[in-house]
């Protein structure tokens, strides 16, 4: 079982700048991609940014477009993730996840999750 230690959020105002970091331990060989998730109230899930564990090649979403920063320690266990010029639409629950490949990051396709951290972006 996968399990997750999530830290960052909490409440930011617009356009300021967010540090997520996740570190997760029991993954195996199909959780070739980590990152993240994020959950809106009333909206789907939505896969925001991935890194692959194989080649730290990234995935990531057109709301997340040149405004991200991601990155993988050396043991391929822990991501670091930026995202600055924050709006009012960046509001939700962020968790951070696994999946089998960036492709499925993308396809919201995600293997394992963490307990999710509350992001809230205030005017």
């Known amino acids: 079982e996968v399990q997750f230690v999530e830290s960052g959020g909490g409440l930011v105002q617009t356009g300021g700048s967010l540090r997520l970091s996740c570190a997760a331990s029991g993954l195996t060989a199909d959780d070739r991609a980590i990152g993240w998730f994020r959950q809106a109230p009333g909206k789907e899930r939505e896969g925001i940014l991935c890194i692959s564990r194989e080649d730290n090649t990234n995935y990531y979403a057109n709301s997340m477009k040149d405004r991200f920063t991601i990155s993988i320690d050396s043991a391929k266990k822990t991501v670091y993730s930026e995202i600055s010029r924050l709006k009012t639409e960046d509001t939700g629950v962020y968790y951070c996840?696994?999946?089998?490949?960036?492709?499925?990051?993308?396809?919201?396709?995600?293997?394992?999750w963490g307990q999710g951290i509350q992001v809230t972006v205030t005017s």
């Open positions: 996840t696994t999946a089998t490949s960036l492709v499925a990051c993308w396809q919201n396709k995600f293997r394992s």
